[in-house]
């Protein structure tokens, strides 16, 4: 049985265990396939295994050496969220924006990528000016109603200090398409937790001296 590096885990209701981790091994073997998702039952027998890691074409690893390779294809296999929505599984690949969807047993529903912007132009919301680049990162998802997805992108300036992490909001629709221009989280710094299904949607926010506090908020939708 292979050993498995835990990065995240969701239970359904009948206590199966989801578990998303990777065999590193199974990253750079033609034997051994290389899959993400490991589904065990609630006394621990691996039952199955699904969700294929990226391909080295689809981690953005042209003209890199072979340590940048394996390293980057590896980083690229452990940024994913997991979670369940109305009885399904998503598995969201953060680099490749692209939200896979399944059922319990691991059959595929459907597959869908994420537009990203655009353009490097400036979005100007609420009189603040996000920049966001066609390059950017997907870095959480939430469900609202009507199966839209509320998307937190990573944009990433490199400065003479180092690199700078902004993060922005952007409603994409269920095939993926993007509804509306970047958008600011209600407090900054904050997090993307949550929606409810009011559309009431939850936000960790970090105050002045670290302290901490839980947001909610309703967006205005499209």
Request: a negative charge; glycine letters at 8%.
């Amino acid at each position: 049985m292979p050993s498995i590096e835990i990065m995240h885990m969701v239970v359904d209701d009948l206590g199966n265990l989801f578990i998303l981790g990777i065999n590193v091994d199974s990253l750079y073997s033609p034997l051994s396939p290389c899959l993400l998702v490991h589904k065990y039952s609630p006394q621990g027998v691996r039952l199955t295994a699904f969700s294929p890691c990226p391909a080295a074409d689809d981690a953005h690893l042209v003209d890199q050496s072979p340590g940048q390779l394996r390293l980057r294809r590896e980083n690229t296999a452990r940024a994913s969220q997991l979670f369940f929505y109305d009885g399904f599984l998503y598995h969201v690949v953060f680099p490749l924006r692209t939200i896979r969807i399944f059922e319990s047993g691991g059959r595929l529903i459907r597959e869908l990528r994420l537009d990203p912007p655009l353009t490097d132009a400036p979005s100007s919301t609420n009189s603040v000016q996000l920049q966001a680049s066609a390059g950017d990162e997907v870095s959480h998802v939430v469900i609202l109603r009507g199966g839209r997805f509320l998307v937190e992108w990573m944009h990433v300036e490199q400065t003479d200090s180092g690199s700078h992490k902004t993060l922005y909001l952007r409603i994409h629709g269920g095939d993926g398409r993007a509804l509306t221009q970047a958008g600011i989280a209600p407090v900054t710094p904050s997090m993307l937790l949550y929606a409810d299904p009011d559309d009431h949607v939850y936000f960790l926010g970090v105050r002045a001296a670290g302290r901490q506090e839980l947001i909610r908020t309703r967006l205005a939708l499209p």
